[in-house]
Each structure stands twice: as C-alpha cells, then as structure tokens.
C-alpha cells in the first residue's frame, strides 16, 4: 500500500502567536511525502527528510504513527519527504510536512480524506514533537486549503476564507541572520496585532500583512527597513512572515525586478506565487 500528497509552503498575513487569532496564505511551495505501509502487525516506522539528510525525521514519523494509532493499525512503515520550503524559516514547513505526510497516509490506507481530521491529526504530530506554540492553525488551514484563511487558533476555527489573486508574485526573502523566537516579548503587542487582524476580517490583507510585519519584526530585533525597502522598489506589500527570519513581498510583474534586486542584497530571494488550490494527492 503506497500513498503519495503534498502540501504547501504559507506566508503570514498575521501572527498568531500574541493573540490567539491569525492568518495565513497558500505559497506555490510544496512538499511532497510518500508513505509505504506493510500489514505486518509490527508497527516499525522508517522515515527519511531526502533533501535534508541531516534532518531527523521524527515529525514524518510522528504523522505516520499518529495516523495509524487513530485508525487503530498496527502497520509498519516507510515515508519519505522532499521539499521546496526552507526549513525553519516562518514559511510553515512544519505544517506543510504534517498535512502532506498525514495526506499520503490516507492515501496509502485508502481511507476517504477527511479535511479536518488531516489538519487536526498534523497539529498534533506537532504538539507531540514541540514544533509549535499555538497550533499554528492558520498555517496549516493555509497550507492544506490554499488560498486565504483567517483562524482562531486557540479554537481551532476558521473564522474567514478568501482568494489571492493568482497573478501577483510573492518574493520570499531568507535573510542572512538568525531566526529569534521570544514569546513574552511578543506577547506585549498583542492590542496593536488586533487593529492588523481587524484589517484582516475587513479584508485589507495588504494593510494587515504589512502593520502584523512591522509589530512583530519590532518585537523580535528584525530589521523593519526591509519591509519599507520592499515598498519603495514597488511592492504592494511586505512583512515578516511568521516569527521570521524571511520576509515576504507581494508584487505585480512589472515591479518584480526591482524588488527581486533590492531584497537580494539581503539573503536569498526565492520566487513563487499564491496558491489556492491546496494539497493534493498525486
């Protein structure tokens, strides 16, 4: 029994690690995970990160197990990932990887795919390793449905879905410093990260996106230059992406060259599009 799914990359529209709420959209950046099983009542599961050897496939394994546990098997297993989404980087990695890996494992048992059971089976694989802090919810909604989608985490609920427009271009920049996670320090902007996600829920994602990047880059010790640098070669908007370190810049064509230019000097620029299509087996 063979499984095979992907998942998608997120950028951040909010943060919802000061508040409980956030929001999220689908990157056409995906991981693929295969998932082999074997009915021999063993329950042994293999996994391997094949792109990143040094990587210990605990998660990928975690999200088999997990699987298998809920559906009462004792299969042993082998799954393998390969990815397009720097790890570590606030482009949810973690989600895409649990909702491709829970994905193919359907696929493999040949169980019909339930949206939510994948999505809650991935956030736990994820608590199970530590990966997350509130559920990253928004990611994972994103990641798994594409498109828009705006969550109380907390509750585990959408709150609001929508569309990107597909023929915009989003610049993903992995800066050359250090990721800094401070959760106290994030904590204390909780009221400003309310008035960005009311721009959300109103639909002003661009607004959002950009006021959520500055408050939590503040927070964290980015620089918010990069954001405003981004604006001013022409993109329509630019903020921290999740608690960093890459930054995200939604731009139309005409502009991609020069904000391509002037956030490479910076790091490594990664070039993709909105989704809104989702995971998918394949």
């Not at 002037?262 to 909105?274: E, F």
């Given at each position: 029994?063979?499984?095979?799914?992907?998942?998608?990359?997120?950028?951040?529209?909010?943060?919802?690690?000061?508040?409980?709420?956030?929001?999220?959209?689908?990157?056409?950046?995906?991981?693929?995970?295969?998932?082999?099983?074997?009915?021999?009542?063993?329950?042994?599961?293999?996994?391997?990160?094949?792109?990143?050897?040094?990587?210990?496939?605990?998660?990928?394994?975690?999200?088999?197990?997990?699987?298998?546990?809920?559906?009462?098997?004792?299969?042993?297993?082998?799954?393998?990932?390969?990815?397009?989404?720097?790890?570590?980087?606030?482009?949810?990695?973690?989600?895409?990887?649990?909702?491709a890996v829970v994905l193919a494992t359907f696929d493999a048992l040949g169980e019909k795919i339930d949206d939510e059971l994948i999505i809650n089976l991935g956030i736990k694989s994820s608590f199970d390793e530590k990966l997350t802090v509130t559920g990253a919810y928004d990611d994972a909604t994103a990641s798994y449905y594409g498109g828009i989608t705006i969550t109380d985490n907390l509750k585990r609920e959408i709150l609001k879905?929508?569309?990107?427009?597909?023929?915009?271009?989003?610049?993903?920049?992995?800066?050359?410093?250090?990721?800094?996670?401070?959760?106290?320090?994030?904590?204390?902007?909780?009221?400003y990260v309310e008035i960005a996600f009311k721009e959300a829920m109103n639909g002003n994602y661009f607004n959002a996106l950009f006021l959520n990047g500055i408050l939590y880059a503040s927070a964290l010790n980015f620089p918010t230059k990069i954001a405003i640098d981004a604006l001013e070669a022409g993109a329509l908007t630019s903020g921290l992406s999740g608690t960093g370190p890459s930054y995200i810049a939604i731009v139309e064509d005409e502009n991609l060259n020069r904000v391509k230019e002037t956030l490479n000097k910076y790091g490594k620029v990664i070039l993709t599009k909105p989704n809104n299509d989702g995971a998918s087996v394949f």
């Amino acid at each position: 029994m063979e499984g095979n799914a992907y998942a998608l990359a997120s950028g951040t529209i909010i943060n919802a690690i000061a508040t409980g709420k956030g929001s999220a959209f689908g990157l056409n950046l995906k991981v693929y995970a295969r998932v082999k099983l074997i009915d021999d009542g063993k329950n042994k599961i293999e996994g391997k990160v094949l792109d990143n050897p040094n990587i210990k496939p605990n998660l990928i394994i975690r999200c088999v197990k997990n699987t298998l546990d809920y559906f009462g098997l004792n299969y042993s297993a082998y799954v393998e990932t390969k990815t397009e989404i720097p790890i570590k980087s606030g482009l949810s990695s973690s989600s895409a990887t649990s909702n491709a890996v829970v994905l193919a494992t359907f696929d493999a048992l040949g169980e019909k795919i339930d949206d939510e059971l994948i999505i809650n089976l991935g956030i736990k694989s994820s608590f199970d390793e530590k990966l997350t802090v509130t559920g990253a919810y928004d990611d994972a909604t994103a990641s798994y449905y594409g498109g828009i989608t705006i969550t109380d985490n907390l509750k585990r609920e959408i709150l609001k879905r929508d569309k990107m427009p597909e023929d915009l271009n989003v610049v993903v920049l992995i800066p050359n410093f250090e990721k800094n996670v401070n959760v106290n320090r994030m904590k204390l902007i909780k009221d400003y990260v309310e008035i960005a996600f009311k721009e959300a829920m109103n639909g002003n994602y661009f607004n959002a996106l950009f006021l959520n990047g500055i408050l939590y880059a503040s927070a964290l010790n980015f620089p918010t230059k990069i954001a405003i640098d981004a604006l001013e070669a022409g993109a329509l908007t630019s903020g921290l992406s999740g608690t960093g370190p890459s930054y995200i810049a939604i731009v139309e064509d005409e502009n991609l060259n020069r904000v391509k230019e002037t956030l490479n000097k910076y790091g490594k620029v990664i070039l993709t599009k909105p989704n809104n299509d989702g995971a998918s087996v394949f």
